[in-house]
């Protein structure tokens, strides 16, 4: 579960395209910043985002 404190916390969110192996990770200074940016690669038909928190929590699509 993620803390209201935790959104004004960093994440780096790492948006796997499924047809290609090798991602990097984009590091956002807050995890609300990473939860934007990660909606808008769910619009993507090719796209799975993830997001790995600075308290090491990792969100994965649904």
Known sequence: MVAAADLD???DLTAR???TKA???L???TL????REAQRA???PDLQPWI???YCGILKPA
Request: glycine letters at 4%.
């Open 23 to 25: 991602v990097e990770p």
């Open 9 to 11: 916390r960093p994440a």
């Open 52 to 54: 790995t928190t600075a």
């Open 42 to 44: 769910l619009r993507g």
């Open 32 to 35: 609300r910043a990473a939860l």
């Open 17 to 19: 395209n499924l047809n």
């Open 27 to 29: 590091a956002f200074a």
